[in-house]
Nanobody, 120 residues
């Protein structure tokens, strides 16, 4: 099992910045990739950024150049630094951890989420 706890959400003006943190605990040696997802009202949950254990990083096109995902392996924390926030970035942000089983299936773990609001 993996436990994830997010923090750092809040309300900022458009153009502002926030840093989200995801503290992970549990069977972390089995995790292959960690990431941040978001869900806006009335929309599906979408990937924002992910970081693989091999260092591979992915970003959604909408956040490239504005968001940075990073991890502190010693503290088991994954960060999402968000700059130049736009109104469309508003939503509930979830931390995700995923591992591949020997059978080839994927098991995912989710945090409780944190609200990010960017407004004029």
């Amino acid at each position: 099992q993996v436990q994830l706890v997010e923090s750092g959400g809040g309300s900022v003006q458009v153009g502002g910045s926030l840093r989200l943190s995801c503290a992970a605990s549990g069977s972390l040696s089995t995790v292959n990739v960690m990431g941040w997802y978001r869900q806006a009202p009335g929309k599906q949950r979408e990937l924002v950024a992910s970081i693989h254990t091999d260092g591979t990083i992915r970003y959604a096109d909408a956040v490239k150049g504005r968001f940075t995902i990073s991890r502190d392996s010693a503290k088991n924390i994954v960060y999402l630094q968000m700059y130049n926030l736009e109104a469309d970035d508003t939503g509930f942000y979830y931390c995700n951890a995923a591992r591949m089983t020997q059978g080839g299936s994927t098991i995912e773990y989710w945090g409780q989420g944190t609200q990010v609001t960017a407004s004029l």
